[in-house]
């Protein structure tokens, strides 16, 4: 099944968790720091833990106010493109594309397949930064090129490439209209993937020689 079938199946498979009024294992105090989580971001965290895209640490905290990381941010998309399987993405580990990505890590696998897909680049001197931050513009183009877009086509490289992934992500509904260019909290990603989810697949044809796309 092609990664664009996969996230229109878990789509489907969102609303029909929509379609219920709890969500099996989840309750108010699935998380310890519960009370930190941003009422904005309630639902979102609570559908992408019924749908096991987004969990908390092993203390049983969300960290709702922690910068989320280029790393966590790779595990996100895979599970949502694997339908919402989280095999741990096995079949991409062993690959050597980063040089600081180490073999064995909990996130290898997830980054090699981010890469060898290309939804994301490496930098120039062949590093991924796995525990980086991320900030709100760089998880919307993550997300973006997940559901479609083109990162070349829609001007996400090179000068500019913020203000375009702003745009494309208002109109796709990842952002909420209150994010900014800053850092990307976990809370704040786990309402853009929602968002993510819930958009219209772009899928690119002839049209797209000219630099245009259509739903």
Do not use: H
């Not at 960290?63 to 990381?69: H, K, L």
């Not at 919402?84 to 980063?98: L, P």
């Amino acid at each position: 099944m092609s990664k664009i079938k996969k996230l229109i199946a878990l789509t489907l498979a969102l609303a029909m968790v929509l379609s219920v009024s709890a969500f099996a294992g989840y309750s108010a105090d699935t998380y310890a720091d519960a009370d930190k989580i941003n009422g904005d971001c309630e639902d979102a965290i609570e559908l992408l833990y019924a749908l096991d895209i987004m969990k908390g640490d092993d203390k049983g905290n969300f960290r709702p106010e922690a910068t989320i990381t280029r790393a966590e941010v790779a595990k996100m998309i895979y599970v949502i493109l694997n339908y919402g399987d989280d095999d741990k993405a096995v079949n991409y580990t062993g690959a050597n594309i980063f040089s600081d990505v180490v073999k064995g890590a909990w996130y290898e696998g997830y980054v090699n397949y981010m890469a060898m897909t290309k939804l994301v680049q490496g930098r120039p001197d062949g590093t991924f930064g796995p525990n980086d931050p991320v900030t709100t513009a760089e998880a919307a183009k993550m997300l973006l090129t997940a559901i479609g877009y083109s990162a070349e086509n829609r001007g996400y490289t090179g000068a500019g490439w913020q203000k375009n992934v702003y745009a494309d992500a208002l109109t796709a509904g990842i952002y909420a209209g209150t994010e900014t260019y800053g850092a990307c909290t976990r809370d704040t990603a786990a309402r853009m993937a929602l968002g993510a989810l819930l958009a219209k697949v772009v899928v690119y044809g002839d049209a797209a020689v000219n630099g245009t796309y259509y739903w």
